[in-house]
Nanobody, 115 residues
């Protein structure tokens, strides 16, 4: 079984940067598609970014140009570099992994961006 643990969240001022990490255990992630999702209070969980096993990336329009997803298969870790943060980026960020009917979620890490 795959376990995902997010880290790197915290409080940051508008315009600042954070790097989220998602460390996996229980399996290697090289064949998995990975992604980041977020959920703000009273909001539905939404897609933020994804990266395939071939390292093709995709981003939500709201974060495109500001966030970068990457993966380090040797360390079994996925990252989300977040720059130019805005208050509307405030949410719990969740790491996601999927491979053919197998879906895994981390517990989430809180990101709060002050005005």
């Amino acid at each position: 079984q795959v376990q995902l643990v997010e880290s790197g969240g915290g409080l940051v001022q508008s315009g600042g940067s954070l790097r989220l990490s998602c460390a996996a255990s229980g399996s290697t992630l090289s064949s998995y598609a990975m992604g980041w999702y977020r959920q703000a209070p009273a909001k539905q969980r939404e897609f933020v970014a994804r990266i395939t096993s071939g390292e093709r990336t995709d981003y939500a329009d709201s974060v495109k140009g500001r966030f970068t997803i990457s993966r380090d298969n040797a360390n079994n870790t996925v990252y989300l570099q977040m720059n130019s943060l805005k208050p509307e980026d405030t949410a719990v960020y969740y790491c996601h992994a999927t491979l053919t009917y197998r879906y895994y979620w981390g517990q989430g890490t809180q990101v709060t961006v002050s005005s």
